[in-house]
């Protein structure tokens, strides 16, 4: 069935520092991927999309790096902030899997000090 | 702009009642979805609305479950006879697209959920 996984449940960063939160999925036919931030009491927040045809896409401070090869991709954060403490997952989307339905993995649970 | 809203926000349920949660998605948006997140878990797909069509409850896990949006705007997502298992956090997203085919995606905005506790 269908999997993705973070690699670490948590992680703690210092103020300024940049952030690697890492994914790996099983499906080899996943062509869609959402990383999404999840502060406490709040509902997901969409960050950033990449599609299985890109290797890399840039956001706001935020870096999407998709490795196919190995079936892993990362979400990359510069210059953390203390607003960043937040539960991160990543969401994948199988091609022919039934329209738009999203699997999570657990999530990283960042912890950012100043 | 007016995000996805849900009501309760905080349930406190009784083994075996019913519960009914309610999901105001953001105003024209097409498709949308529910979810249940289990404490310290990743959010897990019930349900799939595609206006006022239900176009996929695979993910429900009982017959006790139950959603409906009967004019394609506000979804109520019910659970009859709740048991422990039960408890969890329920979302609701929306999306502006139609989806129209597998492996079409759309952004989902999610709304602060319905912390759901059953004793």
């Known amino acids: 069935g269908e999997s993705v996984g973070l690699h670490l449940p948590t992680l703690s960063v210092q103020e300024g520092d940049n952030s690697i939160i890492n994914c790996a999925y099983s499906n080899s036919a996943s062509d869609y991927f959402i990383w999404y931030k999840q502060e406490s009491g709040k509902g997901p927040q969409f960050i950033i999309d990449?599609?299985?045809?890109?290797d890399k896409r840039q956001g706001q401070r935020v870096t999407v790096l998709l490795n196919k090869t190995v079936k892993h991709l990362s979400l990359q954060i510069a210059a953390t902030q203390p607003g960043d403490s937040a539960v991160y997952f990543c969401?994948?989307?199988?091609?022919?899997?039934?329209?738009?339905?999203?699997?999570f993995g657990r999530g990283t649970q960042l912890t950012v000090w100043p | 702009g007016a995000g996805v809203s849900q009501s309760p926000r905080y349930k406190v349920a009784k083994r075996g009642q019913d519960v009914a949660l309610r999901c105001d998605p953001i105003s024209g948006h097409v498709s949308l979805f529910w979810y249940q997140q289990a404490l310290g878990q990743g959010p897990e797909f019930l349900t799939y609305f595609q206006n006022e069509a239900q176009l996929d409850k695979s993910g429900l896990p009982s017959d006790r479950f139950f959603a409906e949006r009967p004019e394609g705007s506000v979804s109520t997502l019910k659970i009859q006879r709740t048991q422990q298992e039960d408890s969890a956090v329920y979302l609701c997203a929306s999306s502006p697209k139609r989806l129209a085919g597998p492996s079409m995606a759309d952004t989902q905005y999610f709304g602060p959920g319905t912390r759901l506790t059953v004793l």
């Open positions: 990449i599609r299985s045809n890109m």
């Open positions: 969401a994948g989307l199988s091609r022919g899997s039934t329209l738009g339905r999203l699997y």
